[in-house]
C-alpha cells in the first residue's frame, strides 16, 4: 500500500471554527489531491498540487484553502467551517498528473460541522 | 474528458467471474481508461489503466473494445471482499483530475 496517511482521521467541530486537516506521503510523489465525498455526489476533487508551493482549485474549491510547504505534506483548511462542509475527505498522491499514471488514495477524514 | 457510462449495480456469484461494463462512446484517441474501486467507507483504490491494448495485473484484466468506446473490467474469481464500488474514469490530461461518476456496485453472493 501506498504510505498516506491522513490526521484526524474524525473530527467533529461547531460551524464557524477553523480546521486543518493534513495529508502525509512517504512516497515522494510530486502530485497531492484532495477529494470531499458525499452521498449522490460521489469523488470531488477539492483541490490538487503539482509541486512544493504549486497548487491549483479543483471542482468544489469555494470555502476551502490548501498549502504544501514540504513535498511529503498537503493540508486542507477550512478557514470557518460550514454545516455543507460535514463529509469525508480523502487525499490522494500520485507520481505524475500525466494520463497513465495512478493515483492512490489514503483512508479518509470523517469531518462532522454540527 | 469523455463520460463514461456504467450500470448502478450488479450481482455476481462468489466464485465465478465478475464482468463490469463501461461504456466510453465519445472518448478521445489519447484518452486513458481507469478502473477503481471502493470498498465499504475506505479511500479508492487503485486497479488497472489502459489504453487501446487489454491489460491484466494481479487484480483484474481490462478488456477494450477495438474502437474504444466501451471497456470491460474482468474480475476472474470474485470473493466476498471484492464486492464495492466499481467506478471508470476516462482521462487524458497532465494535472490528474480525475472525474468520479457513480460507478457501479458489485455485490459478490455466496
Known amino acids: 500500500d501506498a504510505g498516506i496517511t491522513q490526521s484526524p482521521r474524525h473530527k467533529v467541530t461547531e460551524t464557524g471554527t477553523p480546521v486543518t486537516l493534513r495529508c502525509h506521503q512517504t512516497e515522494n510523489h510530486r502530485y497531492m489531491y484532495w477529494y470531499r465525498q458525499d452521498p449522490g455526489h460521489g469523488l470531488r476533487l477539492i483541490h490538487y498540487?503539482?509541486?512544493?508551493?504549486?497548487?491549483d482549485k479543483g471542482e468544489v474549491s469555494d470555502g476551502y484553502s490548501v498549502s504544501r510547504s514540504k513535498t511529503e505534506d498537503f493540508l486542507l483548511t477550512l478557514e470557518s467551517a460550514t454545516s455543507s462542509q460535514t463529509s469525508v475527505y480523502f487525499c490522494?498522491?500520485?507520481?505524475?498528473?500525466?494520463?497513465?499514471?495512478?493515483?492512490?488514495f489514503g483512508p479518509g477524514t470523517r469531518l462532522t460541522v454540527t | 474528458d469523455a463520460k463514461t457510462t456504467q450500470p448502478p449495480s450488479m450481482d455476481c456469484a462468489e466464485g465465478r467471474a465478475a464482468n463490469l461494463p463501461c461504456n466510453h462512446s465519445t472518448i478521445s484517441g489519447n484518452e486513458y481508461v481507469y478502473w477503481y474501486r471502493q470498498i465499504h467507507s475506505q479511500g479508492p483504490q487503485y486497479i488497472i489503466h489502459g489504453l487501446k491494448n487489454n491489460e491484466t495485473n494481479e487484480m483484474a484484466s481490462l478488456i477494450i473494445t477495438e474502437d474504444r468506446k466501451s471497456s470491460t473490467l474482468i474480475l476472474p474469481h470474485a470473493t466476498l471482499r471484492d464486492t464495492a464500488v466499481y467506478y471508470c474514469?476516462?482521462?487524458?490530461?497532465?494535472?490528474?483530475?480525475?472525474?468520479f461518476g457513480q460507478g457501479t456496485t458489485l455485490q459478490v453472493k455466496p
Open positions: 498540487s503539482y509541486g512544493v508551493k504549486d497548487t
Open positions: 490522494a498522491i500520485s507520481e505524475n498528473g500525466l494520463a497513465g499514471y495512478e493515483q492512490y
Open positions: 474514469i476516462a482521462y487524458s490530461g497532465n494535472t490528474g483530475k480525475l472525474i
